[in-house]
């Protein structure tokens, strides 16, 4: 079945600096790959999604890439700000469910 | 629009005790979802429900959790008897349709087995 990887499982970065948030999957029947922001205490939140037939997205101060040759695909957050400290997870869609990565816990230094 | 509530929000319980969560999702969504997030990790798929039947439960450990959702609206996940290793945080995300990829979650029901 798929499987999805992420890396890094902790990521500081300096308020202002960006940050990139790696996955890879295994099945190349994946067809749909959304970013989850997880504060504490709280559900995952959609905060930007791509589909298997394109190959980049941009939302504001984020961003997603898709690279299905490789079958990865990344989060890029610019200009971080303090907003921006959660758990990030990426996750893949075969028929509709999703495969989660295991997150990564992004902190955003003052 | 009104999110996903979820129900408690905390529990405590000691090991062999039962508990039931309660959902109720987006309004005029027909998809729900239950999943179990450990600590440190992704969510995992309990059951997934289209109207009121049940769509996908293949990792719901049926000799201890079950789940319903009788009128295709609300939905109860109940663990009888529950182990320690039951303690995770319990989400529910609903979305329109089969058909559609966005999943919304709710807040979560954070179990602890002691």
């Known amino acids: 079945g798929e499987n999805v990887e992420q890396h890094p499982s902790t990521l500081s970065v300096q308020e202002g600096d960006s940050a990139v948030i790696k996955c890879t999957y295994s099945d190349s029947a994946s067809n749909y790959f959304p970013w989850y922001k997880q504060e504490l205490g709280k559900g995952p939140q959609l905060i930007i999604d791509i589909r298997s037939n394109v190959g980049e997205k941009k939302d504001q101060r984020i961003a997603v890439t898709l690279n299905k040759t490789a079958k990865h695909f990344s989060l890029h957050i610019t200009e971080t700000q303090p907003e921006d400290s959660a758990v990030y997870f990426c996750?893949?869609?075969?028929?509709?469910?999703?495969?989660w990565g295991a997150g990564t816990k992004l902190i955003i230094k003052p | 629009e009104a999110g996903v509530a979820q129900s408690p929000r905390y529990k405590i319980i000691e090991k062999r005790q039962s508990v039931a969560f309660w959902c109720n999702p987006i309004?005029?969504?027909?998809?729900l979802y239950w999943y179990q997030q450990i600590l440190g990790q992704g969510p995992k798929l309990l059951i997934q429900?289209?109207?009121?039947?049940?769509?996908?439960d293949s990792q719901l450990p049926k000799d201890r959790f079950s789940a319903e959702r009788l009128k295709g609206v609300d939905s109860t996940l109940k663990i009888q008897p529950a182990k320690l290793e039951d303690s995770a945080v319990y989400l529910c995300?609903?979305?329109?349709?089969?058909?559609?990829?966005?999943?919304?979650f709710g807040p979560g029901t954070r179990l602890t087995v002691t």
């Open positions: 309004s005029g969504h027909a998809t």
């Open positions: 995300a609903s979305s329109d349709s089969f058909s559609s990829y966005e999943q919304y």
């Open positions: 429900f289209q109207n009121n039947g049940v769509v996908d």
């Open positions: 996750a893949a869609s075969i028929s509709y469910q999703l495969i």
